[in-house]
């Protein structure tokens, strides 16, 4: 079977959160399980070719988009360990080379991210007829790349070579649809009926890519069951999408992601103070004292509970929340960590607290992948509050470091957070997304801290859980076969 993997970021190459993580996991296991896979991404300007090994090919192809008629190169970085798989980079200097991810450094979304996601999506299609390398299926992600099924479906005549493909679009993160105004209608070049009002690219007087994808692919999935039950049955968990999907007719098919554990487990992180297993977990606390040293908090904190926190500064991930329970979640006797980075508001306020309390709270602003693994290590619980979370990345890896969840019960964090009731469970979920229950789940998590047994016997719990890959390649598998069947 061939896959074709369009993602925007893709691990070790770009990342800004889990997507990365996804596309640089998903399609190794694959091809680890025999699957012939090619991964499409841009290279963008913070790609370091010769660093990755990554080779130029003699390929150039044209996209059109609007009137432009966009030259276009081809690199390519072959897997050492995988013959049948490689990641091939679309280049173009103006829209990739000479940009970030998103956004500038500032984080502001550059103004003409439509056109480079179109160019994404209409040259990874592109790069599968200049290489003569026609997939069985378009694993289509995000809104970037949600328009391939809408071009193989629409422009039968172009991309005839397709015909026997088929799509699959998996949704990440539904409340980012790609949304533009209907005067940027000229650089689809789709047929005019698809912008009608109630149309597939309309929504709203607007152009909606990520409606159109889900209205035109051929299966459709997201990244855990509980997600898929929420925006099959909730308006707001869809962000506005419940009836769209419902009219698309395809159930979305929930598959955990899983976490790299080559790339987080204690036992072999090279970013840690001193590497720990199950069989070691007293050595977790070296970690703990190097971390607070390196952070600068006080080091009288070192018997009291430390909170980690790693994440984007963004509303879905509960920093309204966490920003009302900070002072109180403070009076607990616990010290905090917070890597984040993100909107500007939230950056501001977080600020003004840890000003205040410095010695107890520490946050950091940047985007830092070392200090990520080692809040993993070092801390002892792992706060991840979000009003929703399609599955999460964080909190899976925070089980296999023993750094105990405490987690709002929603999309996948329900799906991989028990809590926990003096026997079973590895960490502490509450069930209302408010600043009390919050609260009260961290105050039941520090009272269990103290019991130094029961804190060993769920951080074990943790340690011992198995999200790796496999499985969910397997089942990803399953759904490829199945939508090239139907
Ligand atoms: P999301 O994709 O919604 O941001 P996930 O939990 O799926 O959430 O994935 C987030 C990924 O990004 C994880 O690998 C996490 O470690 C990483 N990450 C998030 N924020 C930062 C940061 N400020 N510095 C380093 N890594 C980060
Ligand atoms: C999105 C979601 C996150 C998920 C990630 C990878 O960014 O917010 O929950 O883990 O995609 O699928």
């Not at 007719?249 to 976490?259: A, M, R, Y």
């Amino acid at each position: 079977m061939r896959i074709a993997f369009v993602s925007a970021e893709v691990y070790p190459f770009s990342k800004v959160g889990g997507l990365g993580d996804v596309a640089g996991a998903l399609p190794l296991e694959l091809a680890a399980q025999g699957v012939d896979v090619m991964v499409l991404t841009p290279r963008y300007g913070s790609i370091n070719r010769w660093g990755f090994g990554i080779e130029d090919s003699p390929y150039r192809y044209t996209v059109n988009i609007g009137n432009k008629a966009i030259d276009c190169g081809l690199s390519r970085w072959q897997s050492p360990q995988y013959s049948n798989f490689q990641v091939y980079f679309i280049e173009n200097e103006h829209y990739f080379g000479s940009r970030g991810i998103y956004g500038n450094e500032n984080g502001i979304p550059y103004e003409d991210n439509d056109e480079r996601y179109l160019l994404l999506s209409k040259a990874a299609l592109e790069v599968c007829k200049v290489l003569n390398r026609i997939p069985d299926v378009i694993h289509c992600n995000d809104n970037h790349s949600a328009l391939i099924p809408v071009y193989l479906k629409s422009k039968l005549s172009e991309y005839s070579l397709f015909q026997n493909t088929k799509t699959l679009l998996t949704l990440h993160n539904i409340a980012y649809q790609g949304i533009v105004n209907m005067d940027r209608r000229l650089i689809y070049d789709l047929p005019d009926d698809l912008f009608y009002p109630i149309a597939p690219m309309e929504w709203y007087g607007q152009i909606n890519p990520l409606k159109a994808g889900i209205l035109f692919a051929d299966a459709l999935s997201t990244v855990s069951p509980t997600h898929a039950r929420e925006i099959m049955e909730d308006e707001g968990f869809s962000a506005g999408l419940k009836g769209v999907i419902a009219a698309a007719g395809k159930p979305v098919q929930g598959i955990l992601n899983g976490v790299d554990y080559s790339e987080w487990s204690p036992q072999r992180d090279i970013y840690i103070a001193k590497q720990y297993s199950n069989k070691t977990v007293s050595e977790k606390q070296f970690n703990k004292i190097a971390l607070l040293n390196d952070i600068g908090i006080d080091q009288a904190m070192v018997d009291k509970p430390l909170i980690g926190m790693v994440t984007r500064l963004v509303e879905q991930k509960g920093i309204p929340v966490l920003i009302e329970a900070l002072e109180r979640l403070l009076a607990l006797d616990v010290a905090m960590i917070i890597l984040g980075s993100g909107e500007p508001d939230y950056e501001r306020s977080l600020m003004k607290f840890a000003e205040r309390f410095t010695g107890r709270l520490k946050i950091d602003f940047g985007y830092n992948n070392s200090l990520s693994h080692k809040i993993m290590a070092g801390g002892d619980m792992f706060l991840m509050p979000s009003r929703y979370e399609p599955c999460g990345i964080t909190q899976m890896a925070a089980l296999k470091y023993g750094t105990v969840p405490i987690v709002h019960k929603t999309g996948g964090l329900a799906d991989t957070v028990f809590q926990w009731n003096s026997q079973s469970g590895n960490g502490f979920v509450f069930e209302n997304y408010s600043a009390d229950d919050l609260i009260k789940s961290v105050r039941n998590a520090v009272s269990v801290y103290y019991d130094k047994d029961e804190w060993r016997h769920i951080m074990l719990n943790g340690m011992a859980a198995d999200f790796s890959w496999q499985q969910s390649a397997q089942q990803y598998v399953e759904l490829y076969t199945y939508t090239c069947q139907v």
